[in-house]
């Protein structure tokens, strides 16, 4: 492509995953948008503005993929089987997912998965740099693709460069274990603005880029290598428009209906709905319920359990290790405390669609969201927004980003199982009055911004900054909508 070349897109997202994936549908391959609030979220900037989306298939490829979605151009990068190892399950998954969460799994640090790391993201700015206008924009996410945005800059130092990153970034105690440290904050330092989900992690990146590379300026303002580099929170949220209008198609609510029917009609029904990873804490929550029965604060024949645990990276040791010992602690609690038709708890190891999900929210008393450590988490932003009638109990965990907007929720450590257990005895005790008072609370923060507004917000901010840009500035800016 030459630089006048009308195919160059004036606005670029490169992500890990290409926003459509291939499924079965009876018996047919066919392509289906990628679940998430990020495709919507960015669907209509991309149609804005002459978008295209880079990204990978996913394993399951087969077959050419569309050229395009709701008209926006696609490009697929190829990622060779030993890639998917090293880069995908190795360098992504197994060093920076556990690292960022807390070192929740102990990280492992290979040379061969680092080095398989560079080449990738070298592949996916090499076709970012390809594919922009001159003087475009480019939208990298998420941590697969750290080192992409300085790449890309010294490939095309004309464009401006986004980044944001969907998961927690860790504190320097943690970070410093990286061999690759200077390399991952050099590839971020690439971007004019850098994003997190939260101020404080905002503040863990720019306090490691001073103090590794010895940038200077503010948490929200760094100066280096000539540029300057802004940095903030940009809390990612639901659909919420979406969501609302689903959850009042009346197919929906008789559905959830159905679901409390098959279930017994219970007096209480608790939820959980998370993708199958040991960051979840999934199976410490089974724990704290198992308990429950067991010391009779829930009983078999009023009290029932789904938890919804969503099939994900199942290639991957530790998250078979997780299905395993997760299905150990399923059994035990059914096998401790069920009656005969009715079991305690109702597991489901599937991907549910989307208007299920919903149903299953609607039917809900409790929702439990207790992960160890989340970047955000939108379940219990969508168990929120769907909740029209202001009933229902969030009981969350203060390590997901959402506990810093969701301040109605029954707040838990999800280290401690007694601090679990007494969370769900007061959400269970909690009369329709409290229960409404912190639902309403909690949908006032949620109903005011929606993923839209969350791609704006950004994109204002990346473009602010490129406008401000003086190598003399001083003042410091708060680009984060949460304030
Ligand atoms: C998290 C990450 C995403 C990732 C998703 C699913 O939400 O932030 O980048 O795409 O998990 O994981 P997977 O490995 O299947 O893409």
Redesign the pocket.
Known sequence: MSDSDPQRADFVVVA??LPVQQSMSQGNEEWRPSPGGLVSALTSVLQSRNGLWIGWLGVSEHGDPPRTYEGIRLKAVDISSEEYENFYLGFS?ATLWPLYHDAIRAPTFHRTWWQTYEEVNMRYATAAAEAVAPNGTVWIH?Y?LQLVPNMLRELRPDVQIGFFL??PFPPSELFMQLPWRREIISGLLGSDLIGFQVPHVASNFSRIARRLLGATGTDSILHYDGRIIRVGAFPITVDTAQIISMASDPKIRLRAREIRRDLGNPEVMLLGVD?LDYTKGIQQRLKAVTELYADGSLSGDKHVMVQVAVP??ESDAHYDLERHSLEQVVSEMNGDHSLVGSPVLHYLHQNLPFDELLALYLAADIMLVTPFRD?MNLVAKEYVTCRTDQTGKLVLSEFAGAAAELRGAFMVNPHDLEGIKEAIRLAMKAGPKEAKARMSRMRRKTLRRNVYDWAQSFLAALQQGSQDRTPTETHDASPSPSG
Do not use: M, V
Request: glycine share 10%; aromatic share 0%; net charge positive.
């Open positions: 890990n995953r998954n998420d697969q969907h998961i993708r994900s990276r970047g």
